[in-house]
């Protein structure tokens, strides 16, 4: 019979993954947007910016929380596709749309908040060990939207290196996303 497989539990945060502060989570609502479309789960942008104290130290919780177990609440990961019409192409044509995916508020605010911790771990990480710095020219000009996955960080922790220096291995990943504004 096949060996039972054994839940891991998420790696604790390390440097990359520390707990979000309050301060974190003010900055990120001060870059907030207002007069957008809301997701699937109905919360406007605006209602996040009027959000009470005890909200947002809740709001915080909740981020913190998902962030130290590893999990993304469900509605945080589904989104409402709306056709929006390409400028100058008719409208009688299926392919003079675009498909715009309207999102969880709440989970872009968590991701504009672990954008600035990756980037900064980013910038820290190319500059400390000097890592194809041909390749990351322009990596933090304006219209560069950057987005990194550490999941590597987590494979480091689980897999130590052997100590032999000609078998040592040692696990590295960099993943940008870059979109244009």
């Known amino acids: 019979h096949p060996a039972a497989q054994v839940a891991r539990k998420p790696p604790r945060p390390t440097s990359l993954l520390r707990a979000i502060t309050e301060q974190e989570l003010h900055d990120a609502l001060r870059f907030t947007k207002c007069h957008r479309a809301c997701g699937p789960d109905d919360v406007y942008n605006e209602a996040l910016l009027q959000l009470p104290k005890l909200a947002r130290t809740a709001l ?32 009688g044509r299926v392919d003079s749309y675009r498909p715009v995916t309207l999102t969880s508020a709440i989970a872009k605010l968590m991701e504009r908040i672990l954008h600035e911790h990756q980037r900064g771990h980013l910038s820290i990480q190319i500059y400390h060990w000097g890592r194809l710095p041909h390749m990351f020219s322009g990596l933090f000009s304006p219209n560069i939207k950057i987005s990194i996955n550490v ?27 870059t979109l244009s504004k």
């Open 60 to 91: 915080l919780r909740t981020f913190n929380r998902s962030l130290s177990r590893g999990i993304v609440p469900r509605a945080w990961k589904s989104g409402t596709i709306v056709p929006f019409l390409k400028p100058g192409k008719p409208a």
């Open 151 to 177: 999941c590597c960080k987590s494979i480091d922790q689980s897999n130590p290196p052997i100590p032999s220096s000609e078998h040592a291995m040692k696990t590295d990943a960099h993943i940008l996303d």
